[in-house]
């Protein structure tokens, strides 16, 4: 979906000034370390044509020797498309924080990224440490005309484009430089990635496929009755009648976790939407019936049966007799912890900053990797393993939960970036739920954390029996979008009942069907 831009970036190509640089073994060296004072000395790589669309920006780099104020410099110089301007964004490593700003090369208004005038409003601080190489990664989101900056995998922050001027649509060059007395950066492995276009022809030709699906709304109608009339429930999930709609949604989930996001895009994923909403419905019209039903939980109670069975015996035979004092002590913080949210939030459902599902997902994929470090840190933290594969909620699964559901809206999904961590013993959960609690790490740009919800599963467990500790939070540095994320923490002993009776496999089924037996105002009962 996007191609890797590698050139290679030999002397003779780079514009210097003073001659301050020079390569050794393949790594830029800008060495201060001989001047006499405070001088500008730059170096300059322009971009290769085919890669002026790069949507991502990568160099790695070293500062020996000088850490201070006005120190070393990676700037990124942008074309305008509507007159052809230049202008610069300034990227100034700073002691051990970044901060921006830009040249204005005189625009008719402020600047590139007004939210980033002479330094105002973005100085972050992303543990630079001198003598360590650091990973410095640009994302540039043309269509939403924005960059997201990371450091070694720190999320830095977001500037906006100033489009008073018009729509910035080239990265021309990229410049290395040093305002200081003392001192020598290094700089290598400069790497471009851009959409090519296969990825734009995906969009595209998802789009042209979803306009040409048909569904037959009341031929899927009876057949899901006959189905289940025969213990044949098949969740929507698993339905062959709607493998083609399927398909087409896993493209668009995969675009839209590789932020490879076009106006096609979008414009496939909402008639897709439309399509699900078909689906969904004929699901909805052959439930209505409740004999049909009532042969779905004939087929449904001894499957849930049997996994609340083994779930139940883990937590009470291995859970609660080995941990018996830690578990009363877990059970009672998570409880006042649950009401302590709920009380300051006015609310035990947490919500998103926007109520479509399109930008939200597209919101969590952004967000999912801080999701999944904060659930290493946590293993490596408190002696757990974090699970790995965690990846953010599918549209078909986001949309199937909201129009199951009487009373939710797109922005009540808290779930669709997530992760899960699993631990051997209750006094690591505690520890975990601790850690969230007081707010995560609020000194690490990534870690720290506001807790919108507590579910404590391990007091009441769910319809089949299930127990963890569910946390839905947001980064307390995302004060802008404040995605809203969960994290399941998890006991390994009934971790491992779900993964050997193959519970998991199963609960798309038992998942679809209690859903909608809720949507009816019916309920699974006297699971035993």
């Known amino acids: 979906s996007s191609e890797e831009l590698d050139f290679v970036v030999e002397e003779e ?90 040249l204005m090369d005189s625009l008719p208004s402020r600047g590139i990224a007004p939210d980033s005038q002479f330094n105002a409003g973005f100085t972050k601080d992303v543990d630079i440490v001198a003598g360590r190489w650091e990973e410095f990664d640009v994302r540039i989101d043309w269509p939403e005309q924005k960059v997201v900056f990371y450091v070694s995998n720190r999320k830095a922050g977001t500037v906006a484009f100033n489009t008073d001027p018009g729509i910035w649509h080239k990265l021309v060059a990229v410049q290395v430089s040093g305002y200081a007395k003392g001192g020598t950066s290094y700089w290598k492995n400069l790497r471009l990635s851009t959409l090519t276009d296969s990825t734009l022809d995906v969009a595209e030709r998802l789009l042209e496929e979803a ?89 449904l109670l001894p499957m849930l049966g049997r996994y609340a069975r083994g779930y139940n015996w883990a937590y009470k035979d291995l859970v609660c007799w080995n941990d018996e004092e830690a578990l009363a002590n877990y059970l009672k913080f998570a409880n006042a912890q649950k009401a302590k949210v709920i009380e300051e939030y006015s609310s035990a459902k947490p919500t998103q900053r926007s109520n479509d599902l399109l930008e939200i997902s597209i919101w969590s994929s952004a967000v999912q990797p801080r999701v999944t470090l ?31 559901s009487n009373d939710m809206e797109p922005e009540n999904l808290a779930d669709i970036a997530r992760g899960g961590v699993q631990f051997s013993s209750v006094e690591q959960i505690h520890d975990a739920l601790k850690w969230f609690s007081s707010g995560g790490e609020k000194g690490n740009n990534d870690m720290g954390v506001t807790v919108v919800r507590i579910k404590n599963r391990f007091g009441e467990a769910s319809v089949g029996g299930w127990r963890d500790a569910l946390i839905n939070f947001f980064f307390t540095d995302d004060t802008s979008r404040r995605v809203v994320v969960e994290i399941q923490v998890m006991h390994s002993h009934l971790l491992t009942i779900r993964e050997h009776m193959g519970a998991h496999h199963d609960y798309s089924t038992y998942r679809a069907a209690t859903d909608l037996m809720e949507h009816h105002g019916d309920s699974i009962k006297n699971i035993k």
């Open 13 to 102: 190509h780079l514009e210097t000034s003073h001659g301050t640089f020079e390569f050794v073994e393949d790594v830029l060296q800008l060495d201060m370390s001989r001047k006499y004072d405070h001088a500008w000395h730059s170096g300059s790589i322009a971009i290769p044509q085919k890669a002026q669309m790069a949507s991502r920006v990568i160099i790695d780099f070293k500062i020996d020797g000088y850490l201070r104020p006005n120190g070393w410099y990676c700037n990124l110089y942008f074309e305008e498309r509507a007159h052809g301007r230049i202008a610069a964004l300034v990227c100034k490593f700073d002691c051990s924080s970044l901060k921006l700003y830009d």
């Open 211 to 299: 306009n040409a699906l048909q569904l037959d709304h009341n031929a899927l109608t009876r057949t899901i009755m006959e189905e289940a009339a025969e213990k044949k429930f098949l969740p929507p999930s698993d339905h062959p009648a709607f493998s083609d709609l399927l398909d087409l949604i896993k493209v668009a989930d995969s675009q839209i976790n590789l932020q490879q996001v076009t106006h096609a895009l979008k414009e496939a994923v909402l008639i897709l939407l439309q399509k699900l909403d078909q689906m969904f419905a004929a699901y909805i019209a052959a439930t209505a019936d409740a004999d049909v039903r009532d042969k779905m939980k004939e087929q």
């Open 374 to 404: 904060v659930c290493k840190h946590l293993a490596d933290k408190f002696g757990g393993q974090h699970l790995s594969g965690a990846s953010v909620k599918s549209l078909f699964r986001s949309h199937e939960k909201i129009t199951f």
